[in-house]
């Protein structure tokens, strides 16, 4: 599904987690699937901002069990993402860290992921429940897309792409 807007509520496009993981989870499926697929939406959503295909791959974080990277600097990825540091991770949007665990619920999924490392190697992601904490299921690797659009839009009106864009293959 493709979330559209009403022209008036244009505001909460850069608010809505929901919308946002929606639209960012679909326009990246859309543009790296290699098979076809259906996507229902609305005319109005054809005329909300959009980011390229480029621009969103390029924010996108893929993130693989046994992948090497520091953890700093992956906290700092997700505030560039727009994703918001807590206590607990219970809502699209957040991330929180404890020791070497990072745990992060990135917008279009369904649950919150939890990252284990040891020193820079991810050695574990799993799923978990966002209320019990318990985690759910082990995963090989996890998609982030960005929290906010505001985080990699400048600004609405230099934003003039088409949805069109995401047909085409590169």
């Given amino acids: 599904e493709l979330p559209g807007l009403p022209e008036s509520a244009e505001d909460s496009f850069f608010s809505n987690?929901?919308?946002?993981?929606?639209?960012f989870k679909t326009l990246h499926q859309l543009y790296n699937s290699k098979k076809p697929f259906f996507i229902f939406t609305e005319i109005q959503a054809f005329k909300n901002p959009i980011l390229s295909p480029r621009t969103l791959n390029e924010k996108c974080l893929q993130i693989s069990k046994g992948q090497s990277i520091v953890f700093s600097l992956l906290t700092e990825k997700l505030f560039e993402l727009g994703y918001n540091l807590k206590d607990l991770t219970t809502y699209p949007g957040e991330f929180s860290k404890r020791g070497g665990i990072l745990?992060?619920?990135p917008l279009g999924n369904a649950m919150p992921v939890?990252?284990?490392?040891?020193?820079?190697?991810?050695?574990?992601?799993r799923s978990?429940?966002?209320?019990?904490?318990?985690?759910?299921?082990?995963?090989?690797?996890?998609t982030i897309l960005p929290a906010k659009a505001a985080s990699v839009i400048d600004s609405v009106n230099s934003t003039k792409n088409e949805f069109a864009h995401y047909l085409e293959k590169e």
Avoid: A, K, V
């Avoid at 939890?114 to 992601?125: Q, T």
């Fill in 103 to 105: 745990d992060i619920y």
């Fill in 17 to 23: 987690p929901e919308i946002i993981g929606e639209r």
């Fill in 128 to 142: 978990f429940h966002p209320l019990s904490q318990r985690s759910e299921e082990t995963l090989n690797s996890i």
């Fill in 114 to 125: 939890r990252l284990e490392f040891w020193d820079d190697e991810i050695e574990s992601i």
